[in-house]
């Protein structure tokens, strides 16, 4: 029998991810079975379970914990931006201006650079982390890690004076202003995109 690689292990692993990213934004975790996602994954349901023995596990999966998170995401990472501090794949990383990050961030959900999926996503994690201690505590921990980094480029940026708040605030702010952005964009709500991010940035500058 030929050895399975490291590299076959972790095609399929990518693969059921995948499709149960595409699953979970269109039907939600709750209506989203096990034999769905195998069905879609083009495996049978005994070798989804090898590889992720529950839903749960899947979405931690996603958040970048049981075993590790596909690359991907929203820019890397399927789940992020707003999206990294809901919970994406890999640590969350930035750069640039604070601005320039969050705009990153804000695209990443943006239905018009295909980031409803994601959106859907975001929003799904954040909700179902009010009942799921061990969601909750990956997506808290991202999130601080996250608001931590952004913080830090506020700070780099200098501007200060006429009672601006802390950047950690500013930060916090930012963050908590992409999840509920996400939450709109995945419920179809009316939003202007563009007056959205000219705002943020107006708050960061």
Do not use: N
């Not at 879609?40 to 998170?69: D, I, K, N, Q, T």
């Not at 990383?93 to 990050?101: R, Y």
């Not at 200098?158 to 952005?181: K, V």
């Amino acid at each position: 029998m030929p050895k399975v690689t490291a590299a076959y292990f972790d095609a399929r692993r990518q693969e059921i991810l995948t499709a149960a990213r595409a699953l979970f934004a269109d039907k939600g975790f709750v209506r989203t079975s096990m034999s769905d996602i195998a069905a879609a994954a083009g495996l049978s349901a005994g070798a989804v379970y090898r590889y992720f023995p529950s839903r749960s596990h899947l979405v931690l999966a996603m958040c970048g914990e049981e075993g590790g998170g596909a690359a991907e995401a929203t820019g890397g990472t399927e789940a992020t931006g707003a999206t990294e501090a809901a919970g994406g794949d890999g640590e969350p990383a930035l750069g640039g201006t604070a601005a320039e990050s969050v705009e990153t961030l804000r695209r990443q959900v943006d239905p018009r650079a295909q980031g409803l999926q994601q959106a859907r996503l975001v929003t799904q994690i954040w909700g179902s982390a009010v009942t799921d201690d061990s969601l909750a505590t990956v997506a808290t921990r991202r999130h601080a890690a996250l608001r931590d980094q952004l913080a830090g480029l506020i700070e780099q940026g200098g501007a200060d004076g006429g009672g601006r708040p802390a950047p950690r605030d500013e930060a916090e702010f930012a963050l908590a202003a992409l999840i509920g952005y996400a939450a709109l964009v995945a419920t179809d709500a009316p939003v202007d995109h563009d007056g959205f991010a000219r705002a943020l940035s107006r708050v960061l500058g």
